[in-house]
């Protein structure tokens, strides 16, 4: 079955500066990669997308890249600020049937 | 999310007594997904449902069932045989791929 594993654990960066999170799969199959944000006591809340015929996707402060050759995919925050201070996970849709997840990496941003 | 309804938010489990666990949606998704979180840990899958009346399990369905009587409901039972259950237990839908969460129910051992 699939298996993601999510780097670092923990990060903490400077206001402003940028944070990157990355992530490697195992399963070739795997075809649509979400990232979702936690913040503390709530619910995973889906921040970006994307499906593995496009190499990279923006949206405003964030984007993700895709190298389906490395099997590896990537989250950049750009500008952080302190709200985006949460913990993200990485996940990767395995086939048709389930959503496998990253062990998660805490932000934060000092301001 | 707003079409999400999980319930209770918090609950309460004695020793030898089973559990459920409601969620609701009104998205219309035929996809529902239920998810286990431990402290500082990532979700791990405990079952879903791609279809009314079909389920599978996850990764870690011991001592967990369900069931899918209506596209809207996926109550999750956790059931005596489940030695551990404290933890954040998160339901979600999505079209094939799980993408909206609900507000998740948090279970303690009294």
């Known amino acids: 079955g699939e298996n993601v594993e999510q780097h670092p654990s923990t990060l903490s960066v400077q206001e402003g500066d940028s944070a990157v999170i990355k992530c490697t799969y195992s399963d070739s199959a795997s075809n649509y990669f979400p990232w979702y944000k936690q913040e503390l006591g709530k619910r995973p809340q889906l921040i970006i997308d994307?499906?593995?015929?496009?190499g990279e996707k923006k949206d405003q402060r964030i984007a993700v890249t895709l190298n389906k050759t490395a099997k590896h995919f990537s989250l950049h925050i750009t500008e952080t600020q302190p709200e985006d201070s949460a913990v993200y996970f990485c996940?990767?849709?395995?086939?048709?049937?389930?959503?496998?997840f990253g062990t998660g990496t805490r932000l934060l941003v000092s301001p | 999310d707003g079409g999400i309804t999980q319930s209770p938010k918090y609950l309460f489990r004695k020793e030898g007594q089973n559990v459920t666990l409601s969620c609701e949606q009104n998205?219309?998704?035929?996809?529902m997904y239920w998810y286990r979180q431990d402290p500082g840990q990532g979700l791990r899958l405990i079952y879903y449902s791609q279809i009314v009346n079909d389920f599978q399990k996850g990764d870690i369905a011991e001592g967990y069932s369900v069931s899918r009587e209506k596209k809207e409901s996926f109550p999750l039972t956790v059931t005596s045989a489940q030695k551990n259950p404290t933890a954040f237990y998160l339901c979600?839908?999505?079209?094939?791929?799980?993408?909206?969460f609900g507000d998740g129910t948090r279970l303690s051992i009294l």
């Open positions: 979600a839908t999505g079209v094939n791929q799980p993408q909206h």
């Open positions: 994307i499906r593995s015929n496009v």
């Open positions: 996940a990767a849709f395995q086939g048709f049937q389930k959503l496998v």
């Open positions: 998205l219309n998704h035929d996809a």
